[in-house]
């Protein structure tokens, strides 16, 4: 049992009509654009929960802490045992209880209905204090970077101080998006946006990373990550989880193209080459160049292409002064700048050394061109250029 002061109740009475009472998207929140393709944070239903979940932090060891939204309760859940419980406590405020994140023991709850950050005790759910955050009660997100606090709006990301909730530092959006969602993965801040989209964002220099889209679409209201390679998404009444690596980027474009070709002077060889971009708005499409393009050496349509995917097709008849190897490398850049590289390896035969039995005769085709040998019956073939012809008896 707590008390609180006047000023508390006074903005609980005052809180405004057109709240959640569900853990769905807000009545007032920015409006997000419609889901874009790309690729998708593929979700695995981790177990259900008695919560109705609207927010989350982890507290290691598969355990979560949840909020149930209808309950007023903050509960420990072990993930690894079907979202047991293992705790609850009463959630300060009375408003409407949202957001958590764990600092050692010290278990922050935001509350949208009220406006305010709670820190209380993760033993003892002992109320240790409260802080009137930076932002609007709009949007959501919670999270932590061990030593200060994030808070997503309609409008921003906010980095303060957990004590004193003074604002250390200001990210804006991703555009056209508002924040249901905050966690850090390794060094990146993850942001659930009402789009349903999940973007990978620098916490340096603002700027988004890489994204994907959640599979199941906007249903979720709240994440946060072991820090290592798990996401945990909420759903109203149980928990998914997302595996990717959070060291890198999980939006990166892909590149394609075939690793090794082997050629012959005179005969005209192709490959094809392609680019798609993985993530959704703004990086829907890619331009793909190229580099090391032997001389003579064509793309079609030419490098460099934008697309969705963006297909391009190699055409190179080689000449006699163009024997040995080529290394052509292949460039996708999205529209946030992620890029992803490929490179064919072009070996190029001025001559192609047989082994083979009998002295009929017999033709025999090497890389598209017909050639007559001397032998009945042809077992083997090296394409070879002279200096690296290999010393064997024939």
Not at 68 to 89: G, K, M, P, W
Not at 100 to 129: K, S
Not at 147 to 171: A, E, H, I, M, R
Not at 230 to 249: G, M
């Amino acid at each position: 049992m707590f008390l609180l002061p006047i000023s508390l109740f006074a903005a609980i009475a005052a809180s405004p009509t057109d709240f959640r009472h569900d853990p769905m998207d807000p009545i007032g929140a920015v409006g997000a654009p419609a889901l874009e393709e790309g690729l998708a944070c593929s979700r695995i239903n981790v177990c259900a929960s008695v919560a109705n979940n609207n927010g989350e932090a982890y507290a290691g060891n598969g355990l979560v802490w949840v909020t149930d939204f209808n309950a007023q309760q903050l509960r420990l859940v072990d993930t690894n045992n079907n979202c047991n419980i293992i705790r609850s406590c009463q959630a300060p405020g009375g408003g409407q209880p949202s957001e958590n994140t764990l600092i050692g023991n010290t278990l922050y709850h935001y509350d949208f209905g009220v406006g305010l950050i709670f820190r209380i005790d993760a033993t003892t759910c002992a109320l240790l204090g409260f802080c009137d955050p930076p932002g609007n009660d709009l949007a959501e997100g919670l999270t932590n970077d061990g030593t200060f606090l994030w808070k997503g709006d309609s409008q921003n990301l906010y980095k303060f101080d957990p004590l004193t909730c003074q604002v250390v530092q200001t990210c804006p959006n991703p555009p056209g998006d508002s924040a249901d969602g905050l966690t850090m993965c390794g060094e990146f801040l993850v942001m659930l946006g009402y789009s349903g989209r999940v973007y990978q964002i620098d916490p340096n220099t603002c700027m988004v990373v890489s994204g994907c889209t959640l599979s199941q679409g906007a249903a979720g209201n709240g994440l946060t990550s072991d820090r290592i390679d798990k996401l945990f998404v909420d759903q109203p009444a149980a928990i998914d989880r997302v595996d990717f690596s959070c060291d890198q980027p999980f939006g990166q474009p892909v590149c394609n193209t075939l690793g090794a070709v082997m050629g012959s002077v005179g005969v005209p060889i192709g490959f094809t080459a392609s680019g798609q971009a993985v993530t959704g708005q703004p990086g829907r499409s890619v331009t793909l160049s190229v580099s090391g393009l032997p001389a003579g050496a064509s793309m079609t349509p030419p490098l460099p292409l934008i697309g969705q995917p963006a297909t391009s097709q190699f055409n190179w008849t080689p000449g006699p002064g163009q024997v040995g190897t080529f290394v052509v490398t292949f460039t996708s850049t999205d529209q946030i700048g992620n890029t992803s590289s490929c490179s064919t390896t072009i070996t190029i035969a001025e001559c192609h050394q047989l082994v083979g039995t009998g002295s009929g005769g017999s033709d025999v085709t090497l890389f598209g061109q017909m050639f007559h040998t001397d032998l009945s019956n042809v077992r083997r073939s090296w394409p070879v250029t002279i200096p690296r012809r290999p010393s064997l008896a024939v």
